[in-house]
């Protein structure tokens, strides 16, 4: 048990670098948090036109992995412009991204799979020194709001 805990204390040192283990808000929302951090626009955007704006507002905890605008860029332009105009499939892919309850990087590594709201899985997994969320690496951890905390990741995730 003691080998463990230390494994998973040294994987979280490995996988979550000082700098961007850590960023706190206070006072705001999850969707506030994210309106106000332009690397999540691409997102704000989506979470509005699915009309999530409520349940990811609202008292529920929750944790979101974020894909930044970096990750949406990624993403063909006719899928996006699909998920755009069908909502019960942008409602799936957004649910995919949100897990029940509050993570923080700490525990995040000890899950090793986590349903979403969607009801699909998620895996984590440290390779090469980072954290992963499927194929998506956790590039900042543990920006709190007042209803969750948010994880950015560099790529969208997709429900199975």
Known sequence: MKKTLI???????????????SASTTG??????AASNQQFSTLVSLVKKAGLVHALSGTTK????????????KVPSAT??????HKAL????????????VVPA?????????????GGHVRFSVRAGHAYVNQARIIQTNIHATNGIIHAINAVLTPG
């Open 7 to 21: 494994l998973i204390g040294t994987l979280s040192v490995l996988a979550f670098p000082a700098g961007v283990a």
């Open 80 to 85: 996006l412009a699909k998920l755009a105009t």
């Open 90 to 101: 942008l409602v799936k892919v957004l649910e995919y991204h949100v897990l029940p309850g």
């Open 62 to 73: 929750l944790t979101v992995f974020a894909p930044t605008n970096a990750a949406f860029a």
């Open 28 to 33: 705001q929302n999850i969707v506030q948090v």
């Open 106 to 118: 700490s525990k995040v590594l000890k899950l090793g799979s986590a349903k979403t709201l969607e």
